[in-house]
T-cell receptor, first 109, second 114 residues
């Protein structure tokens, strides 16, 4: 499975959009990009995933570049409860989901 | 609530002991995953089962073993415990462990080895 690179930490003002980048330059054509988050010591929570097209759900939007080498998770109106570690993961032919270090997002009032 | 149940929530034991962590997947899910999260290692994938069979193996120590039972619940057995085994252990489940499936995580078991 492709490796991902994320910034270790980011800050965002409450009510503003949080844009979390992820690089996955070695991604293969059949590999999906998944995003999870972990609030404090709770179990990770699924946010969104995509293959080629941009995706949106009630939690977030996922923008994948045309060459698929990077993506951005967008939380449109961040709240204090969105403070968490966000993991970008690339998954291939199995569901062997290996997490990296993630990005620690801090939403500030 | 993810629908994945892990017991116990907290476990305190001594070095050299053996413990068993239990996981009940979401109703209908056939695949179970185990992860270990320690402060210095992040979330480490240990092992995956699908319908009772081992499907993928990660960084699982030989002192650790797991199984998935016919009713699909899973147990993670940790033996000859060391101080460094202190960590949060998460279980996750998915429908059939195939590609493009989201995982649903339990709330974890906090293991403290003293």
């Amino acid at each position: 499975d492709a490796k991902t690179t994320q910034p270790p930490s980011m800050d965002c003002a409450e009510g503003r959009a949080a844009n979390l980048p992820c690089n996955h330059s070695t991604i293969s054509g059949n590999e999906y990009v998944y995003w999870y988050r972990q609030i404090h010591s709770q179990g990770p929570q699924y946010i969104i995933h995509g293959l080629k097209n941009n995706e949106t759900n009630e939690m977030a939007s996922l923008i994948i570049t045309e060459d698929r080498k990077s993506s951005t998770l967008i939380l449109p109106h961040a709240t204090l409860r969105d403070t968490a570690v966000y993991y970008c993961i690339v998954i291939g032919n199995n569901n062997d989901m290996r997490f990296g270090a993630g990005t620690r997002l801090t939403v500030k009032p | 609530d993810s629908g994945v149940t892990q017991t116990p929530k907290h476990l305190i034991t001594a070095t050299g002991q053996r413990v068993t962590l239990r996981c009940s997947p979401r109703s209908g899910d056939l695949s179970v995953y185990w992860y270990q999260q320690s402060l210095d290692q992040g979330l480490q994938f240990l092992i995956q089962y699908y319908n009772g069979e081992e499907r993928a193996k990660g960084n699982i120590l030989e002192r650790f073993s797991a199984q998935q039972f016919p009713d699909l619940h899973s147990e993670l057995n940790l033996s000859s415990l060391e101080l460094g085994d202190s960590a949060l252990y998460f279980c996750a489940s998915s429908a059939d462990g195939a590609t493009n499936e989201k995982l649903f995580f339990g709330s974890g078991t906090q293991l403290s080895v003293l």
